[in-house]
C-alpha cells in the first residue's frame, strides 16, 4: 500500500513539474519565408533579402526577448511591467533585447534590424527605442527610430548608457535594463532637447537636419550684395555720362563718326549664386547622429563595449 502511494505521488510531481512553464514569458517567434517574409512591404528592398532572413521573427506584444536567457522568469516580468509602463505614459515603443549570436556585422545592425523587421513602433514615424546586450560583440546598444531620434540625442545617450553600464560590467543584466528605462523614462518627460530644434522628422519616419543661416549673417550678406549692386549701376551711369558727352563734343567739333550698329544684342550682368548646402547624420553642435539601416529607415542611437 505504502509502495502504492509512493509511485502515486511521484506520478503527480512529474506531471505538475511538467505543466510549470521554463519561462515565465516564452518568446514567441515566427518563421520566414522567401514567399512570406512578415516585415512591412515598404522594407522589402531589392538587396535586403539576407538582412530580413537572418533577424528573429517575433510577436511585437512581446517587448522583453531574452535569447541570450540573462534573466530570471521573475526579472523578465518585472522588465515587462516596466516597459508597459513606458509604452503607456509616453505612446513611444520600448523594446529590450539580448542575443548570444549575432550573423549581423555589427550590434548596430542588429537592433536596427530587429526593431525595422517586426512590427515596432508607435504612430506613422514608428517612434521608439530599443536596447541591446549582445553577448556575441560584447556591446550595449540603444537604436532610435522616429520622434526617438529626436528625443534622445547624442548627450541623452551616452547618459542613459552610463546609467547602465556599471551594472553590466557586473553581469548584473536586470538592474543594466532597469535603470536605462529609468533614464529613458527620465529624458522623454523632459521633452525634445533644443539641441535638436533643426531636426526634421518627416512622415515617415525620415530625419534631416535643416540649416539656417544666422540672422546676422543675412544681414552682413544683404549690405554686401546690395553695396556691389549699388556701385554696378553707379559705375555705369558715369560710363553713359562719359559717352554722351563724347559724342555731342565730337558732332559740335563736326567730327565723322564711323558707329557699328549692334542688332538685338543685349548686355546682362549676372550674380553667381555660390552658395552649397549640407546634408548628414549630425547637427554639428550636439544634437542625434543617425543613420540608414538595412531597410532604408533612419536611426539614431550609440552603444558602448563592456
Given at each position: 500500500?505504502?509502495k502504492?502511494?509512493?509511485?502515486f ?7 505538475l ?5 521554463t ?6 517567434t ?7 517574409l ?13 538582412d ?7 510577436d511585437d ?10 534573466l ?14 513606458f ?20 550590434a ?5 534590424d530587429?526593431y ?8 506613422e514615424t ?15 546598444y ?8 529626436k ?12 546609467s ?7 553581469e ?6 532597469s535603470f536605462?528605462?529609468?533614464k529613458?523614462?527620465?529624458?522623454y518627460?523632459?521633452g525634445?532637447p533644443?539641441?535638436n ?7 515617415s519616419?525620415?530625419?534631416?537636419y535643416?540649416?539656417?543661416m544666422?540672422y ?7 549690405i ?13 551711369s558715369r560710363?553713359?555720362?562719359k559717352?554722351?558727352?563724347t ?11 564711323v ?7 543685349v548686355?546682362t550682368?549676372?550674380?553667381r549664386?555660390?552658395?552649397t548646402g549640407?546634408s ?6 550636439g ?6 539601416s ?5 536611426h539614431?542611437?550609440?552603444g558602448?563595449?563592456?
Amino acid at each position: 500500500m505504502k509502495k502504492w502511494i509512493y509511485y502515486f505521488c511521484l506520478i503527480i510531481l512529474l506531471i505538475l513539474i511538467s505543466i510549470i512553464p521554463t519561462s515565465a514569458k516564452e518568446i514567441r517567434t515566427c518563421t520566414r519565408t522567401v514567399d512570406n517574409l512578415k516585415v512591412r512591404d515598404e522594407f522589402i528592398l531589392k538587396n535586403n533579402l539576407n538582412d530580413i532572413m537572418e533577424t528573429p521573427c517575433v510577436d511585437d506584444v512581446d517587448k522583453v526577448y531574452d535569447f541570450a536567457d540573462l534573466l530570471s522568469d521573475l526579472e523578465e516580468e518585472k522588465l515587462f511591467e516596466e516597459v508597459t509602463e513606458f509604452i503607456n505614459n509616453s505612446n513611444y515603443d520600448l523594446v529590450l533585447v539580448t542575443t548570444a549570436e549575432n550573423p549581423k556585422s555589427d550590434a548596430a545592425s542588429y537592433a536596427d534590424d530587429f526593431y525595422d523587421y517586426n512590427y515596432f513602433g508607435k504612430n506613422e514615424t514608428r517612434d521608439g527605442v530599443l536596447v541591446l546586450i549582445d553577448m556575441a560583440t560584447r556591446e550595449l546598444y540603444i537604436s532610435t527610430t522616429g520622434y526617438g531620434i529626436k528625443m534622445f540625442d547624442d548627450i541623452r545617450i551616452d547618459d542613459i548608457l552610463d546609467s547602465g553600464y556599471d551594472y553590466i560590467t557586473n553581469e548584473d543584466y536586470f538592474n543594466t535594463f532597469s535603470f536605462m528605462i529609468q533614464k529613458i523614462s527620465y529624458y522623454y518627460n523632459l521633452g525634445f532637447p533644443e539641441s535638436n530644434n533643426n531636426l526634421i522628422i518627416d512622415e515617415s519616419g525620415h530625419a534631416s537636419y535643416i540649416h539656417y543661416m544666422p540672422y546676422p549673417l543675412i544681414g552682413f550678406i544683404s549690405i554686401i550684395v546690395s553695396t556691389i549692386v549699388s556701385i554696378i549701376f553707379y559705375n555705369s551711369s558715369r560710363l553713359k555720362l562719359k559717352v554722351e558727352n563724347t559724342i555731342s563734343y565730337m558732332k559740335n567739333k563736326k567730327i565723322n563718326l564711323v558707329r557699328d550698329n549692334l542688332v538685338n544684342s543685349v548686355v546682362t550682368h549676372t550674380l553667381r549664386n555660390t552658395s552649397t548646402g549640407s546634408s548628414g547624420g549630425s547637427s554639428g553642435s550636439g544634437g542625434s547622429s543617425f543613420h540608414t539601416s538595412s531597410s532604408g529607415s533612419s536611426h539614431g542611437g550609440g552603444g558602448r563595449h563592456f
